[in-house]
């Protein structure tokens, strides 16, 4: 079977920012889906790093309130991506 490459964007994983357990299903999934495809998690963090097989892209938005703060991340990880 042909490997495939495969981004995740989302704004929490276990081993970055944690905010509930959308980290544990998306890193799961995407430590799964690993195994067999080349897959690249964009979530906030401080630093890149690659952990079980998946390659991490962090970034770090700010914003005066949640609205301002999801749109400054979305556009940082589609930047990134």
């Known amino acids: 079977m042909e490997r495939k490459k495969i981004a995740f964007f989302c704004w ?3 081993y970055s920012d944690r905010v509930g357990g959308l980290a544990n299903a998306t890193t799961y999934l ?6 067999n495809n080349e897959v ?3 979530t906030r963090g401080d630093r890149d790093f690659s952990f079980n097989g998946v390659h991490y892209h962090t970034v770090r938005p700010d914003g005066g309130n ?9 556009l940082a990880m ?3 991506f």
């Open 12 to 14: 929490e994983s276990m």
């Open 30 to 35: 995407a430590q799964e889906l690993a195994k």
């Open 40 to 42: 690249h998690f964009f």
């Open 66 to 74: 949640i609205v301002e703060y999801c749109r400054n991340m979305s």
């Open 78 to 80: 589609v930047n990134r």
